[in-house]
């Protein structure tokens, strides 16, 4: 990409005579979205994780739990580890078919820092939301039904099951990968990060990242509970304790940071 950019999703600029052409095409990226070898380099942020749908075979085996954590059942665990696998590895065959020889591709995604899931609870976010729709189901404003049967297609994979991926699909080299830890709260100090702890006269952080899940949660909440379920009760009672949470504990998320070059 060049410095100067334009809103067109189909442009061409120019700068120290380099071309760069920018095209934005609707559709999922799970299927083909570009003709073959058209393209240089291609980029994609905060997306991979999210699965084609949600892993079959799950029915009510995780219980309260809405994504996998420490404590969901090992059928659980390979369910969403096999759906992954196929969706990233259709992913990389259909970029393959589209990047040229010598083109690169830079991925960022939800990763796990850990191999075993059950080693690390590294999902309070999840985790505290499925605990808040519980205490609802023992309030009686959730269906404990609907709990059991409510599960998010989203999957963070193990820096191993990233790579086996890439090379068991072997369209690209892998050039670099790299683990970035992100906190949920964009105003946390980086350089004071693990000393820090939440000021219990603030509650901004509980919000913020109350809000930032809200924003991708409440539709699937919507869609799944129906009329049943109070969206903002969810989350004034979510909010709570995330920041109890964070009073005690900073939260974060991994990113996989991934560079890979198109096999010629």
């Known amino acids: 990409m060049t410095t100067n950019t334009s809103t067109n999703t189909n442009t061409k600029t120019k700068s120290k005579n380099i071309e760069c052409y920018i095209y934005g095409a609707p559709g999922s990226f799970y299927g083909r979205l570009f003709p073959n070898n058209s393209l240089h380099f291609a980029y994609s942020s905060a997306s ?6 949600i ?3 799950l029915e009510k085996n995780n ?5 996998i954590t420490t404590t969901s059942p090992p ?6 580890s096999k759906q992954f696998e196929r969706d990233f590895t259709t992913f990389l065959k259909l970029r393959g078919e589209e990047i040229r020889g010598g083109g690169r591709m830079v991925l960022g995604f939800l990763g796990r820092s850990v191999a075993d899931p059950t080693s690390k609870d590294e999902f309070k ?4 939301l499925s605990e808040t729709l519980s205490d609802m189901v023992v309030e009686g404003f959730v269906k404990e039904d609907d709990l059991h049967s409510f599960n998010i297609p989203i999957y963070a994979p193990s820096i191993q099951e990233t790579e086996a991926a890439i090379q068991n699909e072997g369209s690209f080299n892998l050039d670099r990968m790299e683990g970035v830890l992100v906190p949920w709260d964009a105003n946390e100090d980086y350089n004071n990060y693990d000393n820090m702890v939440s000021d219990k006269t603030n509650n901004t952080s ?3 990242v109350s ?5 991708f949660v409440e539709p699937m909440l919507v869609v799944h509970f129906g009329s049943s379920i109070n969206v903002d009760r969810v989350f004034d009672v979510y909010e709570k304790k995330m920041e109890e ?9 991994f990113i996989h940071v991934i560079s890979l070059t198109r096999k010629t």
Do not use: D
């Not at 991979?48 to 749908?53: A, K, N, T």
């Not at 059928?75 to 969403?80: D, I, K, N, R």
């Not at 949470?245 to 998320?253: I, K």
């Open 48 to 53: 991979i994780h999210w699965l084609s749908q």
């Open 55 to 57: 892993p079959q075979g």
């Open 63 to 67: 219980k309260e739990n809405m994504c």
């Open 75 to 80: 059928q659980v665990f390979e369910a969403y």
């Open 125 to 128: 976010t999840y985790t505290l």
């Open 206 to 208: 509980g919000k913020i």
């Open 211 to 215: 809000n930032c899940v809200r924003a």
């Open 245 to 253: 949470h964070l009073s005690v504990e900073r939260s974060s998320y």
